[in-house]
């Protein structure tokens, strides 16, 4: 196989938050199984939020005690302050990931914080982090940030701003940093532009993207993200999620329409795609609602 390409799941978390139907602990830890049998390697499997604002995210520790630790596996949790990092170092999760957001809208949205008060919380919990290190099986931190092609609050967001805030993340030591398009207005060119901005700033750091498809455009930034030499893009089966701070956004990129198109150009996934396609149908009935992706309506080519 050629280029190895990195999907991260991240069904459990944000193709599960903005769901209408408020699956248990249990049947999410169920969704975490299958797709690690079909092959995901890292997955965000929980977020500690508040259940008032995320009803959907409830019981994170239970889902995290129902998946026993397995080597070459790991199962990130998304946090949004130092409350949400605490939770996380309790449950046990392999990686902590940090949300913040490149503009102010929505940051004071999302966690009330305007940008440099989230960069102050982010290097809170690396000077954490850093102190921490030393203990066996501290989990590692990387960051990701929200809005980098567009803000339903503050509008366009242009690639000085993403590079000023990738820099000062690197300046931190996060060697992970995640550039989202939350809200789905990205498109390919544009894609090219950031990314080479952020590699700019942040030169030694690995640049992690993450697609929504709202305006169908996200299979086409996934593209430009792999021509542009990123190695690592976040997928949700079925092609569920959104956000359910940020108005009009819908599912992420999915999972199955990725590693489909990936592998039919000659990249390597590490995905059974046959089993993620049966694991879109199965969290699609989960849901109450067929997934959306393509793949779990057509199925492969050629067909098994």
């Known amino acids: 196989m050629g280029r190895f390409i990195?999907?991260?799941?991240?069904?459990?978390?944000?193709?599960?938050?903005?769901?209408?139907?408020?699956?248990?602990?249990?049947?999410?830890?169920?969704?975490?199984?299958?797709l690690e049998a079909a092959g995901a390697k890292r997955i965000e499997a929980v977020s500690f939020v508040h259940p008032r604002y995320v009803p959907q995210m409830a019981g994170a520790e239970d889902v995290m005690a129902a998946l026993p630790h397995r080597p070459g596996r790991s199962r990130i949790g998304l946090v949004l302050n130092g409350k949400g990092y605490d939770r996380a170092l309790a449950a046990g999760v392999d990686e902590?990931?940090?949300?913040?957001?490149?503009?102010?809208?929505?940051?004071?949205?999302?966690?009330?914080?305007?940008?440099?008060?989230q960069l102050a919380m982010l290097g809170g919990i690396v000077a954490r982090r850093d102190d921490a290190e030393a203990i066996e099986g501290a989990p590692s931190l990387s960051a990701m940030i929200s809005c980098v092609w567009g803000c339903p609050f503050?509008?366009?967001?242009?690639?000085d701003q993403v590079a000023d805030m990738v820099g000062a993340i690197a300046q931190m030591g996060v060697h992970e940093i995640g550039l989202a398009d939350t809200i789905g207005a990205g498109d390919p060119w544009a894609v090219t532009t950031k990314v080479e901005a952020a590699r700019a700033a942040a030169p030694n750091a690995t640049l992690r993207l993450h697609f929504h498809?709202?305006?169908?455009?996200?299979?086409?930034?996934?593209?430009?993200a792999i021509e542009a030499g990123i190695d690592v893009l976040d997928a949700s089966v079925g092609g569920?999620?959104?956000?359910?701070?940020?108005?009009?956004?819908?599912g992420n990129i999915a999972t199955e329409d990725l590693v489909y198109m990936l592998e039919r150009g000659g990249y390597s996934t590490g995905y059974d795609l046959d089993a993620l396609i049966g694991t879109a149908r199965w969290i699609g009935q989960a849901i109450d609602r067929p997934a959306p992706s393509a793949l779990s309506?057509?199925?492969?080519f050629p067909r098994r």
């Open 154 to 159: 503050d509008g366009e967001v242009s690639a």
């Open 6 to 34: 990195q999907v991260v799941e991240v069904g459990p978390r944000d193709g599960l938050q903005n769901e209408k139907t408020v699956l248990d602990p249990a049947v999410r830890a169920d969704l975490v199984r299958r």
């Open 297 to 300: 309506r057509a199925g492969g």
């Open 96 to 117: 902590v990931n940090v949300s913040v957001s490149v503009t102010n809208g929505f940051g004071l949205k999302n966690q009330g914080l305007a940008v440099k008060d």
């Open 240 to 250: 569920i999620g959104g956000c359910p701070f940020a108005p009009g956004a819908t």
């Open 213 to 224: 498809d709202t305006r169908n455009t996200g299979l086409a930034n996934a593209y430009a």
